[in-house]
């Protein structure tokens, strides 16, 4: 049996703080795929451990923006806290440019050692509710909230990125905030955590699979053509990319499901 439900956040924290999500289960699962998401999660494992890539993850961990597919080795039985932030939300809690988490997991207590003190509590809370008033209580006292102008920018920065475009570019994008190229691609790499190109690959592919969610019957050509892609190929070469498989393959392995554009 299986258990996965959101919880969104309070108001003082949802402009940063996408959801929490909540995921226990009665049997060991099989090896799950990860794919890009395009958010950075803190996560707390309250079950058995897991492995990726034959490391064990820490009970307490960071996953900052990745560009590829891992695999994830429950040990065990699952029981597992996720905060996902919003695209450029989590450097308003880390005291540290987000670029430094890219591609990795690491230790939540590595970032901030108050979060090994927060990893005790959550281990040991006896409810769901329980632990999420000890996340947002953590959350609001390392709360630093942007400048109004720069969370403005990013806030419109995410919404270009976020409308299917074939033609957008780094350059466009950078035309649309009132910023250099070097500029953006300085400011994404410390808020967001990875370049402006590959976050608007990363939400493109995250578009097809929505699209997919919402529309399984839809053929690939046209699903290329609403996500933004140049052409059916060149979705194919995508999905390759952030999921291992081929659309066709996705598809019969997987349910598609976007967690960049639900919840």
């Known amino acids: 049996m299986e258990s996965f ?5 309070s108001a003082l924290l949802a402009l940063y703080v996408k959801h ?8 060991v699962l099989t090896s799950q795929r990860i794919i890009p998401t395009g958010n950075v999660e803190l996560i707390f494992h309250r ?8 490391r064990i993850i820490p009970v307490s961990s960071i996953s900052g923006q990745s560009f590829s597919f891992t695999d994830l080795h429950p040990m065990g039985k699952v029981n597992m806290i996720a905060v996902v932030f919003h695209p450029f939300g989590a450097k308003a809690f880390l005291n540290m440019p987000i670029g430094e988490l890219a591609d990795s997991v690491v230790s939540a207590g590595e970032v901030d050692i108050k979060l090994n003190e927060l990893e005790d509590k959550i281990l040991n809370a006896k409810s769901d509710d329980e632990c999420v008033s000890l996340i947002e209580n953590y959350l609001i006292k390392s709360f630093k909230p942007y400048k109004e102008h720069n969370y403005l920018r990013l806030l419109s920065a995410i919404n270009v ?3 299917p475009d074939e033609n ?7 035309d649309s905030v009132c910023l250099e190229k070097k500029q953006l691609e300085r400011t994404f790499n410390d808020y967001i955590g990875i370049s402006p190109k590959k976050f608007m690959r990363i939400v493109r592919f995250q578009r097809a699979l929505y699209i997919l969610q919402n529309n399984p019957r ?4 046209q699903l290329a053509y609403e996500s933004g892609y140049y052409d059916q190929s060149h979705m194919t070469n995508e999905f390759k990319l952030f999921s291992g498989y081929s659309p066709t393959q996705y598809i019969s392995i997987c349910a598609p499901n976007s967690d960049y554009f639900s919840y």
């Open 5 to 9: 439900r959101i919880v969104y956040p």
């Open 218 to 221: 839809i053929s690939f050509t």
């Open 168 to 174: 957008m570019s780094v350059m466009k994008l950078a």
């Open 161 to 163: 990125v976020n409308t």
């Open 47 to 54: 079950g058995e451990s897991m492995m990726n890539n034959e």
């Open 20 to 27: 929490y999500w909540f995921l226990e289960t009665d049997d």
